[in-house]
């Protein structure tokens, strides 16, 4: 195993260096953020269902006294609560643009899996190229030693 990474290396150079490094970082990016997110699936469903029943139970302030959770869906639930006096559009706004700023927080590290992805291939062109470089000037040595 170790004499097959050796290979690889000596052969792919740089450039095969570089893809490990940004795949390493990328997939240590996903297993985080699966890590974390993952649970708050069940979570978020739990909030809602709560919010819900209680909304339907004893209305929509008892639903907002309920939401004493410091979580991204407490936090969008409560924004839209908060504007239950006025009309549906005004909620479903103040709740989507609580949604936004929560989004983002989520997705926080995304950006990189999205350079990698990017970057991966064109460094296995640059590593393909650089390959293709070596071998015409190691050909064009042994043409002249051989002449």
């Known amino acids: 195993m170790i004499d097959l990474l050796r290979t690889i ?39 809602r269902e709560r919010c819900h029943d209680t909304m339907l139970r004893h209305g929509m302030r008892a639903a907002m006294a309920e939401l004493t959770e410091d979580n991204a869906m407490a936090r969008v639930l409560r924004s839209g609560l908060e504007m239950h006096e006025r009309s549906g559009d005004t909620i479903r706004a103040a709740a989507l643009g609580a949604a936004q700023r929560e989004v983002s927080l989520l997705e926080r590290g995304l950006g990189m899996i999205q350079t990698s992805a990017q970057i991966a291939p ?7 190229v650089a390959g293709l470089m070596d ?8 043409l002249k030693l051989t002449s």
């Open 9 to 47: 290396i000596e052969h792919g150079g740089f450039t095969v260096v570089f893809i490990a490094l940004i795949s390493v970082a990328s997939m240590t990016l996903v297993i985080e953020r699966t890590w974390r997110l993952w649970p708050l699936r069940k979570r978020f469903q739990a909030i």
């Open 122 to 128: 064109w460094l296995g062109l640059l590593g393909t």
């Open 135 to 142: 071998i015409f000037q190691h050909g064009t040595r042994q």
